[in-house]
């Protein structure tokens, strides 16, 4: 799951819609967030900063960190089945890091907001704290 092993499920959802619908919700939580203002893969930056680290079909990583120290991974995984898309969020970090810059604290909590709304505006059903606090 999760590069740390320290990967709590924070949320899940179910929403009528097909994977790449969802996955499009999913990424206009994060494009304000990104550099080059799109859901690509991307290299980790020089300064911190947040990156796509894994697309795939299934599965979306964002990543909060630079290119010697990874802060924490937010991790979507989806699975479609006839009725629609249901998803799990993660959250994962080092155990021994826990202390962000106050700026990456703030924009994971945004960014779990947006996606949220996103979900929650298309018909989707929210479940779980999404609390990564």
Do not use: C
């Amino acid at each position: 799951m999760g590069l740390f092993f320290n990967t709590p499920e924070v949320g899940t959802f179910k929403s009528p819609h097909s994977r790449e619908t969802v996955m499009e919700l999913l990424g206009l939580a994060l494009v304000d967030y990104l550099p080059n203002h799109a859901v690509v893969v991307s290299e980790p930056p020089v300064m911190d900063g947040l990156y796509i680290s894994e697309l795939t079909d299934t599965r979306l990583v964002a990543t909060v960190g630079n290119s010697v120290t990874l802060h924490y991974s937010l991790i979507v995984d989806l699975d479609q089945d006839g009725a629609g898309t249901s998803g799990h969020v993660y959250f994962d970090r080092k155990k021994d890091r826990t202390n962000h810059p106050w700026a990456f604290t703030q924009v994971k909590i945004r960014i779990l907001r947006g996606m949220q709304d996103n979900l929650r505006s298309s018909s989707a059903t929210i479940s779980g704290k999404w609390d990564v606090t």
